[in-house]
């Protein structure tokens, strides 16, 4: 059976420019290993916090939330209610429990977002500031992109990582 390619791989992605390329690999690459790894994953373990680290609950929230915050910082916007509030969950179950379909469906919805904003990206954008957070720290719309997509790699590594480790322990 021949391996599988990785999403980079595969060739360019279409209507995405040159430069935001390694962007979009990343990203899709991220959704294709989450959705396998997150496939029967038991909810019971969705909190479970080993050795004090993050659960994978959190990473499958804060994956969601950066993408979509970092991506509002990119196109020039401040953060909405919304996003503050979602960002207050983060590590936290919702009143009614959720499932871990939910929380991967939501990182796949972001990500479909995240896409379409990098379809719409103009190449000559790509070196304005841009101010983070409150404190307007200083960035440009690169910096934020690429800043998304090794934030995103960084936290699947750890996700799968806590996964396995908390598989191994109820094992």
Same mark, same amino acid.
């Given at each position: 059976?021949?391996?599988?390619?990785?999403?980079?791989?595969?060739?360019?992605?279409?209507?995405?420019? /040159?430069?935001?390329?390694?962007?979009?690999?990343? &990203?899709?690459?991220?959704?294709?290993?989450?959705?396998? !790894?997150?496939?029967?994953?038991?909810?019971? &373990?969705?909190?479970?916090?080993?050795?004090?680290?993050?659960?994978?609950?959190?990473? &499958?929230?804060? &994956? $969601?939330?950066?993408?979509?915050?970092?991506?509002?910082?990119?196109?020039?916007? /401040?953060?909405?209610?919304?996003?503050?509030?979602?960002?207050?969950?983060?590590?936290?179950?919702?009143?009614?429990? !959720?499932?871990?379909?939910?929380?991967?469906?939501?990182?796949?919805?972001?990500?479909?977002?995240?896409?379409?904003?990098?379809?719409?990206?103009?190449?000559? $954008?790509?070196?304005?500031?841009?101010?983070?957070?409150?404190?307007?720290?200083?960035?440009?719309?690169?910096?934020?992109?690429?800043?998304?997509?090794?934030? $995103?790699?960084?936290?699947?590594?750890?996700?799968?990582? $806590?996964?396995?480790?908390?598989?191994?322990?109820?094992?």
């Amino acid at each position: 059976m021949a391996q599988k390619l990785e999403v980079w791989q595969r060739g360019p992605l279409p209507n995405i420019i /040159p430069m935001l390329q390694p962007v979009a690999h990343a &990203l899709l690459q991220a959704r294709e290993e989450i959705n396998e !790894y997150m496939d029967s994953y038991p909810v019971q &373990l969705l909190w479970v916090r080993p050795a004090g680290m993050a659960s994978v609950g959190f990473h &499958l929230q804060h &994956l $969601t939330g950066v993408l979509d915050r970092v991506f509002t910082y990119a196109i020039g916007k /401040p953060l909405s209610n919304f996003q503050f509030e979602q960002l207050a969950e983060e590590g936290s179950d919702s009143i009614n429990g !959720y499932q871990v379909i939910d929380l991967v469906e939501r990182f796949n919805r972001q990500v479909d977002t995240a896409m379409g904003q990098l379809m719409t990206i103009d190449g000559d $954008t790509l070196t304005q500031y841009r101010g983070v957070g409150r404190a307007g720290l200083p960035s440009t719309v690169i910096g934020l992109l690429v800043h998304a997509a090794e934030h $995103t790699m960084r936290h699947v590594g750890q996700l799968m990582v $806590t996964a396995a480790v908390i598989k191994g322990l109820k094992n």
